[in-house]
C-alpha cells in the first residue's frame, strides 16, 4: 500500500501493480483496435500547488492521483504549503500529500467518454458506445459498491488514463423503482421514514408515504433519498 514519508510518496506509490481496470478481458467486439487519435495523444499540464482543489487531477510518480481534500497551510515560521488528501486511480490507495506553496505539479490527463450500461455478464458490468457500438467490460471487483445503482440503460461516464479505463462515473441523480417497502401512510405524514428496496436491490431510507411501484430520485454520491420522481 503507498505511503506517505515526510511529506512524500514511498516508491510503492509509484509501482504498486495496476487493478484489474488494466487487466480487463477484451474480446474482439470489446475495445477492438487502437483508440482514436484523440483519446491516444498525451497532453501535459501544470498546475500551481495554488490552483489545487477538490477534484483536480494530478500525475505523480507516474500515477493519475485525484485530489479529495485540500488545505492551504501559512505556518508562523517557515514556508506555505498545501496539504492534501489523495486517492490513486489505478490501486485505490488514499494517501496525505503536502505540496510547497507555489510549486507545480503535473496535471493528469484524464478524459471522459459517455458509455451506456447495457448487461452483465457474468462477473463483468458491460458498457457500450452507442455511436460505434464498442463495449467496454468492468470487473465486479472494479465496480465494486456502485453495482447497487446500476440500471441497464443507464448513462455513465468511463474515466480514461493513457488510452486505458481507470474509473468510472455514475450520474449523480439515479431514477429507480421501488419493489418492496411497507405500505404507505399518505402524503400527510411528517417525518417518518423507512426502508425500501429499489429494482436494482439497494435499500433507501426514504419518506413513510412512499410506496411500492413509486419510481425515487437518489443521490448516487451518499445513496440517499432526494424525493419522488
Known amino acids: 500500500m503507498a505511503s506517505l514519508r515526510h511529506g512524500h510518496l514511498s516508491p510503492s506509490g509509484a509501482t504498486a501493480p495496476p487493478s484489474s481496470f488494466a487487466q480487463l478481458r477484451r474480446p474482439s467486439s470489446c475495445l477492438a483496435g487502437p483508440r482514436p487519435l484523440r483519446s491516444r495523444l498525451t497532453r501535459v499540464y501544470a498546475l500551481s500547488s495554488n490552483d489545487i482543489r477538490v477534484g483536480s487531477n494530478l500525475e505523480v510518480d507516474g500515477a493519475p492521483w485525484k485530489v479529495l481534500e485540500f488545505l492551504h497551510v501559512k505556518p508562523g515560521k517557515g514556508a506555505a504549503f498545501v496539504r492534501t488528501k489523495m486517492r490513486n486511480y489505478i490501486t485505490g490507495n488514499t494517501v496525505d500529500k503536502t505540496f510547497r506553496a507555489g510549486s507545480t505539479i503535473p496535471e493528469a490527463s484524464i478524459s471522459k467518454e459517455t458509455k451506456q450500461f447495457t448487461y452483465k455478464d457474468g462477473a463483468q458490468f ?18 465494486g459498491d456502485r453495482q447497487k445503482w446500476l440500471k441497464e440503460g443507464m448513462d455513465c461516464n468511463l ?51 412512499v410506496n411500492v411501484g413509486d419510481d425515487i430520485l437518489i443521490d448516487s454520491r451518499t445513496g440517499q433519498y432526494m424525493n419522488r420522481a
Open 126 to 143: 458491460v458498457f457500450m458506445d452507442l455511436t460505434t457500438f464498442e463495449e467496454s467490460r468492468l470487473n465486479e471487483s472494479d465496480v
Open 159 to 209: 474515466l480514461y488514463w493513457n488510452g486505458r479505463i481507470i474509473d468510472f462515473d455514475l450520474p449523480i441523480t439515479i431514477r429507480l423503482t421501488v419493489t418492496d417497502t411497507d405500505p404507505g401512510q399518505g402524503d400527510s405524514a411528517q417525518g417518518g421514514t423507512k426502508p425500501a428496496t429499489v429494482e436494482t436491490g439497494a435499500v433507501v431510507t426514504v419518506p413513510s408515504f
